[in-house]
Antibody
């Protein structure tokens, strides 16, 4: 069964960085796009950006441009999301979600989420 | 930027029909996708491309879209359908946009 396995919870200080991973087990890796969606406590879903492993460029939501970097490692079938200059408002659950290779359309497979807490 | 609207909550008795709307400018021209999210869990795709269902989605779930409104319909609601439901579209200027979510309560 294809799964997206995410790294564990993180607690970070304001101003620091976090890097969250998402490993695809099973299925094709390069045929899909891998996206990051976050959900603040009690709030809705917010798309952050995505990347197709065979392409060099990543797409980012304007709100996260310059502060988020999404990378992929084909050898380990892993997608990473790194966020810098963390602030308390970044406290959220971060989900990776699989899309088609054009990074448009729906998200058919989701990881279980990684809780990131930003607190001094 | 493209904005989606959803009612904050919908209440329905078991066995009845729940209709969750998603409003957006000419949303009928876009592909609308719906997700179910149980408390503390990841979202799960239940309807995609307006009307299609993943194989795991029960037939009780159906979608439609026209004009400025898309609708997720849950027929014969069960207690296990109690969850938050989000609509989502992709827009050329806004990329992926999610609605604010609707909490479905089974009375």
């Amino acid at each position: 069964q294809v799964q997206l396995v995410q790294s564990g919870a993180e607690v970070k200080k304001p101003g620091s960085s976090v890097k969250v991973s998402c490993q695809a087990s099973g299925g094709a890796f390069t045929s899909y796009g891998f996206n990051w969606v976050r959900q603040a406590p009690g709030q809705g879903l917010e798309w952050m950006g995505g990347k197709v492993p065979i392409f060099e460029k990543s797409n980012y939501a304007q709100h996260f441009q310059g502060r988020v970097t999404i990378t992929t490692d084909q050898s380990t079938r892993t997608t990473y999301m790194e966020m810098t200059s963390l602030r308390s408002e970044d406290t959220a659950v971060y989900f990776c979600a699989r899309s088609g290779p054009a990074l448009i359309g729906h998200f058919d497979l989701w990881g279980r989420g990684t809780l990131v807490i930003v607190s001094s | 930027s493209y904005v989606l609207t959803q009612p904050p909550s919908v209440s329905v008795a078991p066995g009845q029909t729940a209709r969750i709307t998603c409003g957006g400018n000419n949303i009928g021209d876009k592909s609308v996708h719906w997700y179910q999210q149980m408390p503390g869990q990841a979202p799960v795709l239940v309807v995609y491309d307006d009307t299609d269902r993943p194989s795991e989605t029960p037939e009780r779930f159906s979608g439609s879209s026209s004009g400025n409104t898309a609708t997720l319909t849950i027929s014969g609601v069960e207690a296990g359908d109690e969850a938050d439901y989000y609509c989502q579209v992709w827009d050329t200027t806004s990329d992926h946009v999610f609605g604010p979510g609707t909490k479905v309560t089974v009375l």
